[in-house]
């Protein structure tokens, strides 16, 4: 079982640009990429690929996690 981190909810609320440095500090395996909600997105799982959705002001509207 990993003990790294692979979903960060409490980002929620907070300025993607910086959710996105918090999560590759504490997971530095994974590229963090920030994109605005209803973006579309390739389905395939990846370990080491976080999406950060933001709205249009740039805030996290949904939990960070691995995908």
């Known amino acids: 079982m990993s003990t790294r981190k ?5 980002l929620v609320g907070a ?5 996105a440095a918090v999560i590759e500090r504490e ?3 994974v590229n963090a990429i920030v994109l ?3 973006t579309p997105v390739t389905r395939d ?11 249009k002001h740039g ?3 949904r939990p960070p996690r691995i995908t």
């Open 59 to 61: 805030i996290v509207v």
């Open 27 to 29: 997971n530095p395996h």
């Open 6 to 10: 692979n979903e960060w909810p409490e």
């Open 36 to 38: 605005k909600d209803g």
């Open 15 to 19: 300025k993607g640009e910086a959710a």
């Open 45 to 55: 799982f990846r370990c080491d690929r976080v999406w950060v959705w933001v709205d």
